[in-house]
């Protein structure tokens, strides 16, 4: 287990990535080369999405209800391992905006993806492939399958309560540093780098 000061400094930053993704200007870049299709046209409205992947696919009987783009920081932590040092992946810190660039949530540890209800939604299994687009410098993009979804914070339905798999896509940056960087005297070093992806949520279908 780590001390505490060191608990207490990865929380900390989260709490500062959070704030710094919140305040952040930065221009959209859109992913270079990746074909387009929607899956819903009235679940997107308006969203230009990349083919998805064969292998991460969702089973039939779902259907996409929400897109949102997340923008922020994977946090990485030089850490001690069995064959020496590396840098670990801690969370996501990130705020959820929509097409016209409104903050409608955030998403961090767990992971979870949180909306301005109070809705929240837990994830677990991801399932990945490298980044189409450019798997030397952007994280996987993912399929994950939503472990536990709450309420709003009044007791009813709240935006994510419905959602049943997560995907993650059109992904820039995020990758951890070079791994040259973390050495023994870096251990214990934290280093949260920019990342944008596409969130696609989806719930299942009526019957």
């Not at 840098?87 to 660039?101: E, K, N, Q, V």
């Not at 935006?159 to 896509?169: E, G, K, V």
Request: charged share 15%; glycine share 8%; with cysteine.
């Amino acid at each position: 287990m780590p001390p505490a000061h060191r608990v207490r400094r990865i929380s900390w930053l989260l709490s500062a990535a959070t704030a710094l993704a919140v305040a952040a200007v930065a221009v959209w870049t859109p992913w270079a080369d990746a074909a387009r299709t929607s899956p819903s046209q009235s679940a997107v409205r308006g969203w230009e999405l990349p083919e998805i992947p064969d292998e991460i696919k969702v089973p039939d009987g779902n259907e996409p209800f929400l897109v949102t783009r997340g923008k922020g920081v994977q946090i990485y932590q030089c850490q001690s391992t069995a064959s020496g040092v590396a840098w670990t992946f801690i969370a996501p810190s990130a705020i959820l905006l929509d097409r016209r660039g409104k903050r409608v949530g955030d998403h961090g540890f767990g992971p979870y993806w949180r909306a301005l209800d109070g809705s929240l939604v837990q994830g677990h299994m991801a399932v990945a492939v490298p980044a189409p687009n450019d798997p030397e410098h952007a994280i996987p993009w993912l399929r994950i399958t939503a472990r536990t979804a709450t309420p709003a914070r009044d007791g009813g339905q709240g935006t994510f309560t419905p959602t049943t798999f997560i995907h993650r896509l059109a992904t820039v940056g995020g990758v951890a540093p070079a791994a040259d960087t973390c050495t023994t005297a870096a251990v214990g070093t934290v280093a949260p780098v920019d990342y944008e992806a596409i969130y696609v949520f989806y719930r299942a279908t009526e019957p």
